[in-house]
Every structure is written in C-alpha cells, then in structure tokens.
C-alpha cells in the first residue's frame, strides 16, 4: 500500500479482556514504532523495532503490554487483561532506514482503543 | 528525561492571517525538531522539519525558527487556509536516537 495502515481502526473491549492491534508498514521500512496517545496529548514512544528484532521497549507501561514483528514486516502490539487506563489511540509508525533521527517517520492512522 | 512543552494549546486566526505556535525542550543534545499535523481521524503527518546546525527553514507558508540558546523552537504559518485548521505537534528528538518526544499538541482554528 501506499502508506502505514492499522487495524482495526476502532476496539472496544470489556476491562479484562485481551486485544490484538494491527500494523502493516510501508513496504522495505526497515524500523518501526508503536506509539500511545491520550486524549488531548503527544504520541508517546512505546517500543522500536529494527527488522524483526526488538531493540526497544521502554515505553511499555506494563508487562501486560507486548509486541512482535516476527518476519520484519507486519507488527502485532497485544495489550492483555487490558484496564480502563489502557484507553487511548495506538499509533504505529515506520521509516525507511535503521533508527535515527535522519529518517522521517510515517504514522498510520492508529487503532482507538476503548476499555468498558 | 526529556520534555517538551508547547504552546498555546488552542489557537484561532482569521483566514489570511499568520499563526505561530512555540515549543521548548529541556535536553541540550537534542538536535532534530520535527514538526507534525494531524487531521481528525488521522496519524500525524510530518510538515516540517529544523536541524540544530540551521536556525530556520522555510517551505512556501511554513517556516520553523531554532533558538538553541534559549532551547525554543517555533512553527509559523502564514496566509494561514482553512484546510491548515488541525492539531499541531512538534517534537524532539537526541542524535543517534530514535525517540521522538512530542509535546502536547496545538489546536489550530482558521475561521473563514
């Protein structure tokens, strides 16, 4: 495609339940990024990958929170036993070349999670 | 860490007029200041960008200043369009780093 796609574009999920949000990049896009943002605030960093490997998950707020990028393409950001302050919209992003600040990064237009 | 703040967080011009939008970052090694636009319903689309060797860039309506003294950097449209009305980020970024920290957003209201 032409650009970053996620889905779903909307979740709504009971508290407690598991969710798997989606990220196809721009095709050849050697790294990736997940990102979180809350209502009325910045994407905030939440983990990096190079290819298939994970060189990065700081930003992940708990262990309940994790990612994969198995074949160095499609990612998968999985939140378990999600809770209420899990609600926000999940952006993901990718750029051409390794990580650095030389590579512009291309954000699709994120999954908006809700948790009841 | 590093932190980013911006302001104002909400900003309304008149078709025609000029709109700036500041930001100041804490850490003194950052060195790369995107600037993104996100429409409703949208990711964040990168507008502009300023490296800390150059103390202003333009691109047609748009320009970004750097202050590196004071830690400021700044976003100026002018001849603002209604299409320009969206929420404003700007960003910043270490060399050698990845990490984008973003700062809280500005919503821009071009009023026809």
């Known amino acids: 495609g032409a650009g970053v796609s996620q889905s779903p574009r909307y979740k709504v999920a009971k508290r407690g339940q598991d969710v798997a949000l989606r990220c196809d990049p721009i095709?050849?896009?050697?790294?990736l990024f997940w990102y979180q943002q809350a209502l009325g605030q910045g994407p905030e960093f939440l983990t990096y990958f190079q290819n298939e490997a994970q060189l990065d998950k700081s930003g992940l707020p708990s262990d309940r929170f994790f990612a994969e990028r198995p074949e160095g393409s499609v990612s998968t950001l999985k939140i378990q036993r999600t809770q209420q302050e899990d609600s926000a919209v999940y952006l993901c992003?990718?750029?051409?070349?390794?990580?650095?600040?030389?590579?512009?990064?291309?954000f699709g237009p994120g999954t908006r999670l809700t948790v009841l | 860490g590093e932190n980013v703040e911006q302001h104002p967080s909400t900003l309304s011009v008149q078709e025609g007029d000029s709109a700036v939008i500041k930001c100041t970052y804490s850490d003194s090694a950052s060195n790369y200041f995107p600037w993104y636009k996100q429409e409703l319903g949208k990711g964040p689309q990168l507008i502009i960008d300023?490296?800390?060797?150059?103390g202003e860039k333009k691109d047609q309506r748009i320009a970004v200043t750097l202050n590196k003294t004071a830690k400021h950097f700044s976003l100026h449209i002018t001849e603002t369009q209604p299409e320009d009305s969206a929420v404003y980020f700007c960003a910043a970024s270490k060399k050698g780093t990845y990490k984008y920290i973003f700062g809280t957003g500005t919503r821009l209201k071009v009023l026809a």
């Open positions: 300023i490296r800390s060797n150059v």
């Open positions: 992003a990718s750029s051409l070349a390794p990580g650095g600040t030389l590579n512009e990064q291309f």
């Open positions: 095709s050849g896009h050697v790294s």
